[in-house]
């Protein structure tokens, strides 16, 4: 599967964003799809993850700010992102598990400043 995200960019702090994953193929194929982000200097962390059947999981730190879902008819998952803070500023990636098999989106951009 070949996976294509944007959205990114700059935003004040308190703003929105929404990123867009888009897959090569039927995520109903997909295990889960997933967004990471690395901040500079620092490691990947997992931010949320969706399932097939639709489990998710956040990260406490966007709890209650971000919302990951999922157009089935257009391969797509979404990252909404509100009340960004600055330490949501990194570079953010979509990935794709099927079975065995991690596959990875180039990375977007986010940047939360005023």
């Known amino acids: 599967v070949q996976l294509q995200a944007s959205g990114g960019g700059l935003v004040q702090p308190g703003g929105s964003l929404t990123l867009s994953c888009a897959a090569s193929?039927?995520?109903?194929?997909?295990?889960?799809m997933m967004w990471y982000r690395q901040a500079p200097g620092k490691r990947r962390e997992l931010v949320t993850y969706?399932?097939?059947?639709?489990?998710?999981q956040y990260i406490d730190s966007v709890k209650g700010r971000f919302t990951i879902s999922r157009d089935n008819a257009r391969n797509t998952v979404y990252l909404q992102m509100n009340s960004l803070k600055p330490e949501d500023t990194a570079v953010y990636y979509c990935?794709?598990?099927?079975?065995?098999?991690?596959?990875w989106g180039q990375g977007t951009q986010v940047t939360v400043s005023s």
């Open positions: 990935s794709a598990r099927k079975g065995l098999l991690t596959t």
């Open positions: 969706i399932t097939n059947t639709g489990r998710l």
């Open positions: 193929e039927s995520i109903f194929s997909i295990d889960a």
